[in-house]
C-alpha cells in the first residue's frame, strides 16, 4: 500500500531556530500533500495544502510567512517553522493522496506519515 | 459547509465487548467517509472507506461501518474489543467534487479506552 514517509520524528530545539520537516511519499506521485498540526488530546487542524510546482493553500489563521511549505517535486514537501517559540510545540502530521480514478483524488484516501514531535525550548 | 460530529469523546468497553463509535456528518450531497485509527505518537491509519456501493464496509482489524444515508452517520463497530484497540479514532469526510484537491474534513477524534 501508500506509504508515506515523515522525517524526523522528534526535535527538541531551542527558541529562535529554524525547523524543516520533511514529507516524502515513497511509492506513488503525489501532486497535493497535507500538513496538519495537532494539540494534545486535540483533532487535527488543517494548515495547508500543498501543491507542486505552486504556492501552498493556507488555512485561515495560518500564518504564512512562519510555516513556510515547499513542494519541489511529486514525492516530496517540506514545512518549515521558522524562528520557531515555545508555542509552535507540537505534534505535526503531513499526509499524501494517490491519484484516484474519475473523480480525481476525492475517492482515495490520504496516507499519513507517522507525525513529527516538535518541542521548543 | 461540511462538518462532522462524533459522539462521545471517550468510549470505555470492557475487552469482548461491543465497539460502538458514532460519526455523523453534514453535507449537502453524501460525502466520501473514512476511518482513521491513531495510537500515541503516531501518524493516523486508515481503518477503512466507503465511496460507492455497499453500505456495509470491512476495514482492518475487524472493524466496519455501515453508510446511511437516511441518518446521516457512519458508525464504527467491531464485535469483540481487543487490549490492542485502545487508540484515538477519527471519522472523515470529503466532499464528491473532479475538482477537489482532496482536503479531509476530521471529526474531534474519540477515545477508545479498554478495560480487561
Known amino acids: 500500500g501508500a506509504v508515506v514517509s515523515q522525517h524526523p520524528s522528534r526535535v527538541i530545539c531551542k527558541s529562535g531556530t529554524s525547523v524543516k520537516i520533511e514529507c516524502r511519499s515513497l511509492d506513488f506521485q503525489a501532486t497535493t500533500m497535507f500538513w496538519y498540526r495537532q494539540f494534545p488530546k486535540k483533532s487535527l487542524m488543517l494548515m495547508a495544502t500543498s501543491n507542486e510546482g505552486s504556492k501552498a493553500t493556507y488555512e485561515q489563521g495560518v500564518e504564512k510567512d512562519k510555516f513556510l511549505i515547499n513542494h519541489a517535486s511529486l514525492t516530496l514537501s517540506t514545512l518549515t517553522v521558522t524562528s520557531a517559540h515555545p508555542e509552535d510545540s507540537s505534534f505535526y502530521i503531513c499526509?499524501?493522496?494517490?491519484?484516484?480514478?474519475?473523480?480525481?483524488?476525492?475517492?482515495?484516501?490520504?496516507?499519513f506519515g507517522d507525525g513529527t514531535r516538535l518541542s521548543i525550548l | 459547509a461540511q462538518s462532522v460530529t462524533q459522539l462521545g469523546s471517550h468510549v470505555s468497553v470492557s475487552e469482548g465487548a461491543l465497539v460502538l463509535l458514532r460519526c455523523n456528518y453534514s453535507s449537502s450531497v453524501p460525502p466520501y467517509l473514512f476511518w482513521y485509527v491513531q495510537y500515541p505518537n503516531q501518524g493516523l491509519q486508515l481503518l477503512l472507506k466507503y465511496t460507492t456501493g455497499a453500505t456495509l464496509v470491512k476495514g482492518i482489524n475487524g472493524f466496519e461501518a455501515e453508510f446511511k444515508k437516511s441518518e446521516t452517520s457512519f458508525h464504527l463497530t467491531k464485535p469483540s474489543a481487543h487490549m490492542s484497540d485502545a487508540a484515538e479514532y477519527f471519522c472523515?469526510?470529503?466532499?464528491?467534487?473532479?475538482?477537489?484537491?482532496?482536503?479531509?474534513?476530521f471529526g474531534q477524534g474519540t477515545t477508545l479506552q479498554v478495560k480487561p
Open positions: 499526509s499524501a493522496s494517490s491519484p484516484g480514478q474519475g473523480d480525481g483524488y476525492s475517492n482515495q484516501p490520504q496516507h
Open positions: 472523515a469526510v470529503r466532499q464528491k467534487r473532479s475538482s477537489n484537491t482532496g482536503k479531509l474534513i
